[in-house]
């Protein structure tokens, strides 16, 4: 286990590069992989979760070559059979992308993960997956990895789901059913949350020349049959969920910092960071393809904010609301419980330790603001975005904080800490 100590910083300056998508890294290297022939994917992220997806389309069939700063992929329309069980070590997007897709395989697939992986809830992909005619299971019958899927193929028609558990469902039933026998008709049981993921995942498929169709009155998407995936040549923008962590710090310490690949006319969620922080009272400029903070020097108000869209954003606005004047009304949080930690509880006990004041109350947070932060000995619960808010938190306790487990922060961001250093944030790995 790796530790960092955290010593308060007065001052950050300069300019850090956002780091690539991790949504978009995935959604590039799945489609490419379900494309006959070359695809170039250029700026993607390298991280545990998108090498876990990575690992997996290999397992399916997919040749990669990955470079300095690109993937080349030689995807199959078809996927094989793997050789053996597909380890998506802790990334729920990786087997909930690709259950969906190892249907399309000739034989049996097994995909399986991590510990945090295996208590993570598949039940409403695989009743989906049922209902267009594909056999597939819970290994231990209680609707989490591992899972087992019996191939040759989907043979499509109407299929029912939850939209209020997770995008990724809907997502991986976007990816393999213009693959189906016959066309597909996804309903939305509920409403979607989180539907800036899907959109993403739809944008991805367009690239593709894969058409899908929404019919709002009805919440069904429409997914015709046969559709051939063409190559990708493809760029992967930055990554507003993780560069949010980096804005957050510039927001609460004297600063002038800027953070470059973050496009304005993005469709990520996460964007909403930047209405987030001006409602806050933060100083932002926001240009063509890069977000400007110059922090300090006021006061900062809390908000009320609903995560149905936005979970991401969730841990960092734990901390902002901790700090800032009045309450932070946090709503729509539930689904977080099933995270790589039960993410709300585990900021709440981190947080608490430097001096927070938060109230959990069944699906909503009360974050107490004007808190003075001060350090203490802290645990990242093994959560990568529990780690980047605590080391936030941490840069403005008094004295020092030690974080236990910041290893973590390499599913997503892996260059996080390097990254503030550059700025003058005082970090010392131990």
């Known amino acids: 286990m790796v530790d960092a100590l955290v010593r308060k910083t007065e001052f950050l300056c300069g300019s850090v590069q956002a780091p690539s998508s991790k949504s978009y890294t995935h959604r590039a290297i799945i489609a490419a992989s379900l494309s006959e022939g070359r695809s170039l994917i250029k700026k993607p992220l390298v991280c545990d979760d998108t090498l876990a997806t990575?690992?997996?389309c290999k397992a399916l069939g997919a040749e990669m070559q990955i470079k300095a700063d690109s993937i080349e992929v030689s995807g199959k329309s078809k996927p094989n059979t793997p050789e053996d069980v597909i380890f998506c070590r802790d990334s729920g997007s990786t087997i909930r992308f690709l259950t969906p897709v190892c249907a399309l395989a000739p034989g049996i697939s097994v995909l399986t993960g991590g510990k945090s992986l295996r208590r993570r809830p598949m039940a409403p992909l695989l009743e989906a997956l049922r209902q267009l005619g594909v056999r597939c299971y819970s290994a231990r019958g209680d609707g989490r990895p591992p899972l087992i899927v019996f191939g040759g193929g989907i043979k499509g028609g109407r299929a029912e789901i939850r939209g209020d558990v997770s995008s990724q469902f809907v997502s991986g039933l976007l990816f393999a059913s213009p693959k189906a026998d016959s066309d597909v008709e996804l309903v939305l049981k509920t409403p979607l949350k989180s539907?800036?993921?899907?959109?993403m995942t739809v944008e991805v498929l367009q690239e593709c020349g894969v058409k899908i169709v929404f019919e709002p009155d009805r919440q069904a998407f429409i997914i015709e049959s046969g559709q051939i995936y063409t190559p990708l040549d493809y760029e992967v923008e930055g990554d507003y969920s993780s560069a949010a962590f980096i804005l957050a710090a510039a927001a609460l310490i004297?600063?002038?910092?800027e953070v470059t690949n973050l496009r304005r006319d993005s469709i990520q969620g996460d964007r909403r960071i930047i209405d987030i922080l001006r409602e806050m009272g933060v100083r932002l400029?926001?240009?063509e393809d890069r977000v400007k903070v110059k922090g300090g020097g006021c006061s900062l108000s809390g908000v009320?904010?609903?995560a149905d869209d936005n979970p991401d954003l969730v841990p960092v606005l734990m901390v902002l609301g901790c700090v800032a004047e009045g309450e932070t009304v946090i709503e729509g949080v539930k689904r977080l419980r099933w995270k790589e930690s039960s993410r709300v509880e585990a900021l709440t006990v981190e947080l608490e330790k430097?001096?927070?004041?938060?109230?959990?109350?069944?699906?909503?947070?009360v974050v107490k603001g004007a808190r003075?932060?001060?350090g203490a000995d802290l645990n990242c619960h093994g959560d990568h975005r529990v780690m980047m808010a605590l080391t936030v938190a941490a840069l403005i306790s008094e004295g020092e904080?030690?974080?236990h487990g910041v290893e973590c922060v390499s599913k997503s961001y892996p260059n996080f800490i390097q990254d503030l250093i550059s700025l003058g944030g005082r970090i010392y790995i131990r």
Do not use: H, T
């Open 372 to 374: 003075r932060f001060k």
């Open 285 to 287: 400029e926001v240009k």
């Open 304 to 306: 009320r904010f609903s």
């Open 195 to 199: 539907k800036p993921y899907v959109d």
């Open 401 to 403: 904080s030690r974080i």
């Open 354 to 365: 430097l001096g927070g004041e938060i109230r959990q109350m069944n699906d909503k947070v």
């Open 254 to 257: 004297e600063s002038e910092v």
């Open 54 to 56: 990575i690992d997996a």
